[in-house]
Nanobody, 120 residues
Framework: QVQLVESGGGLVQPGGSLRLSCVAS????????MTWYRQSPQKERELVASIAPAGYSTYYGDSVKGRFTISRDNVKDTVWLQMNRMKPEDTAVYYCQAVVFKGHTKNEYWGQGTQVTVSS
């Protein structure tokens, strides 16, 4: 079955960096767009960054543009989110999402999430 396993979250000081990983299995990773979302108690779920299947096209939410970078390796079936110059408002649970197409069917799969806390 489809599995997405995130890791790399933790506590970081403002201005610091973290790198999140999401390892995928159970589907053809290289055919799926991958997206990082985040959710905090005070806010609605927010799209952070998205990357096309081949990795040549990316999209970033306005709040992270210029600070975060999404990348993927279709051999390792992994997508990363490099987060730099982090701010307290980046505190959230970060989720990896895969969109898997099967014929005319589109299914979304989510990881369990990884907590990121930005605090001094």
């Amino acid at each position: 079955q489809v599995q997405l396993v995130e890791s790399g979250g933790g506590l970081v000081q403002p201005g610091g960096s973290l790198r999140l990983s999401c390892v995928a299995s159970g589907f053809t990773f290289g055919e799926s767009p991958m997206t990082w979302y985040r959710q905090s108690p005070q806010k609605e779920r927010e799209l952070v960054a998205s990357i096309a299947p081949a990795g040549y096209s990316t999209y970033y939410g306005d709040s992270v543009k210029g600070r975060f970078t999404i990348s993927r390796d279709n051999v390792k079936d992994t997508v990363w989110l490099q987060m730099n110059r982090m701010k307290p408002e980046d505190t959230a649970v970060y989720y990896c999402q895969a969109v898997v197409f099967k014929g005319h069917t589109k299914n979304e799969y989510w990881g369990q999430g990884t907590q990121v806390t930005v605090s001094s």
